[in-house]
């Protein structure tokens, strides 16, 4: 369901197009996948239009909503093949969100801490959720020390968020090839080197740490060719980011690997406790041996309704 506000007015509109394909050393005789890529609908996002389709084409499909109300879809194939290929199309509005203006003068982090756990409105509920350890997002005693550099007593929360999400930035170095999706917090954190998927959950890690929920969310962003290059068709990629609870304005994104409080280039896909909660495919095949995988993605930005 959406709690797009009626009569809302969109700032931007994009076109998503993710391929996914596995090659097979061998033939695969059974594939059951589980998909997360069709976008959320909520109050910063709407999704006008999404399919997907893959080849070979799917003996069995259902569609439904995950525990933390994404959307998903289980496959079945079982016809032999030596190639998947699955593509998912999609178009979405956004809204503006709160900008750095707005979410300046909030209550103090130790003041939302305690209130974890003591409010019982449905809102604060349903974000403790996000307080715990989770299967990629463990607690250790040096995300703590690292978090209270940014939250020291009294700072507004979101403050402190933003200098948190900086200061990843500049002490974190992207680097495809310096870990895995099994890599722990703790190398990440000791070798200050990652991808935005490790960077989203250090952060999440330092927040839970200090009693703080946040949450992991998977999507896209916009990327910005060089001055007078065209757009790439599939030089995008998937990216994650963090949501962070404040009770005065509800769950407000920042992107650790940008630098940057989430704007209107950010296309959410879904949210749960880390990666493994809103993996885009993940499923079991039957045969196939080693496997190859490419995967495109290209983030087009559309006229706006009613524009030419």
Request: glycine share 8%.
């Amino acid at each position: 369901m959406s709690d797009w506000p009626a009569g809302a007015a969109a700032c931007a509109r994009y076109r998503v197009v993710h391929e996914t394909r596995y090659r097979y050393q061998s033939t695969v005789t059974l594939s059951q996948q589980y998909l997360h890529m069709a976008p959320r609908s909520f109050g910063w996002q709407q999704t006008e239009s999404h399919l997907t389709w893959l080849d070979p084409v799917i003996s069995e499909g259902k569609d439904g909503v995950d525990y933390f109300g994404n959307r998903i879809r289980h496959v079945a194939i079982t016809v032999p093949h030596d190639s998947l290929l699955v593509h998912a199309e999609s178009t979405v509005l956004l809204r503006a969100r709160p900008d750095l203006a707005h979410i300046a003068a909030t209550l103090p982090w130790e003041s939302v801490r305690d209130m974890m756990g003591k409010e019982k409105s449905a809102a604060t509920l349903e974000a403790c959720r996000y307080l715990y350890a989770s299967p990629h997002v463990k607690w250790f005693p040096e995300l703590e020390a690292y978090a209270r550099v940014s939250y020291t007593p009294g700072r507004p929360q979101l403050d402190a968020a933003l200098e948190l999400t900086q200061r990843i930035f500049d002490d974190f170095e992207f680097d495809s090839k310096a870990t895995e999706i099994s890599t722990p917090l703790e190398q990440v954190l000791r070798g200050r080197r990652g991808v935005c998927q490790d960077f989203a959950q250090l952060m999440i890690g330092c927040l839970r740490s200090i009693g703080l929920p946040a949450r992991y969310i998977s999507g896209y962003i916009l990327t910005h060719p060089p001055a007078g290059k065209p757009r790439l068709v599939g030089a995008d990629a998937s990216h994650a980011w963090v949501s962070v609870y404040c009770p005065a304005l509800g769950w407000i994104d920042f992107d650790p690997t940008n630098r940057c409080l989430v704007q209107h280039e950010h296309i959410t896909l879904g949210w749960g406790r880390d990666f493994s909660d809103v993996t885009p495919m993940r499923g079991i095949v039957l045969g196939g041996g080693r496997q190859e995988l490419d995967v495109q993605v290209t983030v087009t930005p559309l006229p706006l309704p009613g524009q030419v």
